[in-house]
């Protein structure tokens, strides 16, 4: 079996069955340098560095490197790290008589947003969570369970979120479910069977989210959005809305906060029509400039549906997510959910519920909030330097940043980007079909690589950037 891991810009194939993991690593090492992947003088990540992120002994990565330098593919110096060793142009050969390498397929680099730093996700804390959890566990928790959701972790998530986030909730007021994508699609069938017709969508966000939407037959009107947030006031003029999906905390993707006045318009709004607000608080915890934003499920847990996940805190891979929602849609939800509807395992529930009540939740995500603020401040410092001309903004808090660019270039730096080896996406990408042609904007996933790989991803941007 092969595995194949990207790190620092190159994906390295790994053979270990048979060959031996230092002998794969030296084989796809030599493989990157050979096809220009890794260019001369390139400097490697350390052997600590890049064996914490291919999940092998260190001792692995540094008798691979020094065997290497020995061979004289890399070279190695006090005070400059490992890198690759300087190499002449080969000689032109007859094209017909070298057989052709397949095409890379693929980027170098991913900074699209949405991902965290999937080599930071904590394996023993929470391998040691799994044991002592099932260990534990009754009997029972190993049938099929009940569709709300295991109540060991709805007990601590309670806590957690009136303690992290300034949610009010009870365990009974919450549904456990695979990620806000799940949430979403449930609420969708709720509010269809309640006649609702309409749910009002901020004009920038995840078409993903609006399909879920419209794929459960409701039409999405389109909110305006400013620099204080979406308008909010303007609820009342969609006289068809029923429910209205916001990220108040931090907008994505412009990164705005919603302000407080448009806080209080849109409580308001639900109160005096008995209209639902849907909050997606996707990334509610990283917030580094001051103490983060509240909640706004806070303001009227009557009102307020609050959606959360262990996407972007842990991994979206663990298919966790949590709604805490008004004591009537309770049943509802229940019912949506279903008996065949039993997505997320009764035994990963347990172990995040141990890590959460363990403290070891919070001392990960007080660790990610300092590795990525660190990305977020190297990303401003690198841009001041070397594109100059290029504004960043929404930085306050999450996992993205957003690069103002000169008028009608979007479409350009995203092309020359994929040429580089890097992956992009606009502002434009997550724009509603009704709503304005607005600035031209990177919306930049400085979460995403690995810590190996930040490094070079960077670069790569600010060599793209005008």
Same mark, same amino acid.
């Given at each position: 079996?092969?595995?194949?891991?990207?790190?620092?810009?190159?994906?390295?194939?790994?053979?270990?069955?048979?060959?031996?993991?230092?002998?794969?690593?030296?084989?796809?090492? !030599? %493989?990157?340098?050979?096809?220009?992947?890794?260019?001369?003088?390139?400097?490697?990540?350390?052997?600590?560095?890049?064996?914490?992120?291919?999940?092998?002994?260190?001792?692995?990565?540094?008798?691979?490197?020094?065997?290497?330098?020995? %061979?004289?593919?890399?070279?190695? &110096?006090?005070? @400059?790290?490992?890198?690759?060793?300087?190499? @002449?142009?080969?000689? &032109?050969?007859?094209?017909?008589?070298?057989?052709? $390498?397949? =095409?890379?397929?693929?980027?170098?680099?991913?900074?699209?947003?949405?991902?965290?730093?999937? @080599?930071?996700?904590?394996?023993?804390?929470?391998?040691?969570? +799994? &044991?002592?959890?099932?260990?534990? +566990?009754?009997?029972?928790?190993?049938?099929?369970?009940?569709?709300?959701?295991?109540?060991?972790?709805?007990?601590?998530?309670?806590?957690?979120?009136?303690?992290?986030?300034?949610?009010?909730?009870?365990?009974?007021?919450?549904?456990?479910?695979?990620?806000?994508?799940?949430?979403?699609?449930?609420?969708?069938?709720?509010?269809?069977?309640?006649?609702?017709?309409?749910?009002?969508?901020?004009?920038?966000?995840?078409?993903?989210?609006?399909? #879920?939407?419209?794929?459960?037959?409701?039409?999405?009107?389109?909110?305006?959005?400013?620099?204080?947030?979406?308008?909010?006031?303007?609820?009342?003029?969609?006289?068809?809305?029923?429910?209205?999906?916001?990220?108040? +905390?931090?907008?994505?993707?412009?990164?705005?906060?919603?302000?407080?006045?448009?806080?209080?318009?849109?409580?308001?709004?639900?109160?005096?029509?008995?209209?639902?607000?849907?909050?997606?608080?996707?990334?509610?915890?990283?917030?580094?400039?001051?103490?983060?934003?509240?909640?706004?499920?806070?303001?009227?847990?009557?009102?307020?549906?609050?959606?959360?996940?262990?996407?972007?805190?842990?991994?979206?891979?663990?298919?966790?997510?949590?709604?805490?929602?008004? $004591?009537?849609?309770?049943?509802?939800?229940?019912?949506?959910?279903?008996?065949?509807?039993?997505?997320?395992?009764?035994?990963?529930?347990?172990?995040?519920?141990?890590?959460?009540?363990?403290?070891?939740?919070?001392?990960?995500? !007080?660790?990610?909030? #300092?590795?990525?603020? !660190?990305?977020?401040?190297?990303?401003?410092?690198?841009?001041?330097?070397?594109?100059?001309?290029?504004? =960043?903004?929404?930085?306050?808090?999450?996992?993205?940043?957003? #690069?103002?660019?000169?008028?009608?270039? %979007?479409?350009? =730096?995203?092309?020359?980007?994929?040429?580089?080896?890097?992956?992009?996406?606009?502002?434009?990408?997550?724009?509603?079909?009704?709503?304005?042609?607005?600035?031209?904007?990177?919306?930049?996933?400085?979460?995403?690589?690995?810590?190996?790989?930040?490094?070079? +991803?960077?670069?790569?941007?600010? &060599?793209?950037?005008?």
């Amino acid at each position: 079996m092969t595995d194949s891991w990207a790190t620092f810009g190159a994906d390295l194939h790994l053979e270990p069955v048979g060959r031996g993991l230092r002998s794969g690593l030296m084989e796809a090492l !030599r %493989e990157a340098v050979r096809t220009g992947r890794l260019a001369p003088g390139t400097r490697l990540p350390s052997s600590r560095v890049l064996a914490a992120d291919l999940g092998v002994a260190r001792n692995t990565v540094a008798d691979a490197y020094a065997e290497l330098v020995a %061979e004289g593919w890399l070279t190695a &110096r006090q005070g @400059s790290g490992t890198r690759v060793a300087p190499r @002449s142009a080969p000689r &032109r050969t007859d094209p017909a008589a070298v057989p052709a $390498r397949p =095409v890379r397929s693929g980027a170098w680099y991913d900074l699209k947003p949405g991902t965290p730093d999937l @080599s930071g996700f904590p394996r023993t804390a929470w391998f040691r969570a +799994a &044991r002592k959890a099932l260990t534990a +566990a009754p009997d029972d928790a190993f049938g099929y369970g009940d569709p709300q959701g295991r109540v060991e972790l709805r007990t601590v998530l309670a806590e957690y979120l009136a303690r992290a986030r300034g949610v009010y909730a009870d365990p009974e007021r919450i549904v456990v479910c695979a990620g806000f994508a799940h949430g979403l699609a449930l609420l969708g069938r709720v509010l269809r069977a309640r006649r609702v017709r309409e749910v009002a969508v901020e004009s920038y966000g995840l078409d993903l989210h609006t399909k #879920l939407l419209t794929d459960a037959g409701l039409r999405i009107p389109c909110l305006p959005l400013d620099e204080h947030g979406s308008r909010t006031g303007e609820l009342g003029a969609l006289r068809g809305a029923g429910a209205v999906l916001l990220t108040p +905390a931090h907008q994505f993707p412009t990164g705005v906060p919603l302000h407080p006045d448009r806080r209080a318009d849109a409580v308001d709004w639900a109160r005096a029509t008995g209209g639902l607000i849907l909050e997606d608080d996707y990334d509610g915890e990283f917030r580094y400039d001051r103490q983060p934003v509240g909640a706004l499920q806070g303001l009227d847990p009557e009102r307020v549906v609050h959606l959360g996940t262990a996407s972007k805190s842990l991994a979206p891979g663990l298919r966790l997510g949590w709604m805490v929602l008004p $004591r009537s849609l309770v049943a509802e939800v229940v019912a949506a959910k279903g008996a065949a509807d039993r997505t997320t395992g009764t035994p990963d529930q347990l172990t995040l519920a141990e890590f959460i009540a363990s403290g070891a939740y919070d001392r990960h995500v !007080r660790s990610m909030r #300092l590795r990525y603020r !660190r990305r977020r401040d190297q990303l401003v410092a690198a841009l001041a330097d070397r594109a100059p001309g290029v504004r =960043v903004g929404g930085i306050a808090a999450g996992l993205h940043a957003v #690069l103002e660019l000169p008028a009608g270039s %979007e479409r350009s =730096v995203i092309q020359a980007a994929a040429f580089q080896g890097l992956a992009l996406e606009g502002l434009a990408r997550y724009r509603h079909p009704d709503a304005p042609a607005g600035r031209d904007a990177l919306v930049i996933g400085y979460g995403s690589p690995s810590e190996s790989a930040w490094a070079g +991803a960077l670069d790569a941007l600010c &060599r793209v950037l005008p």
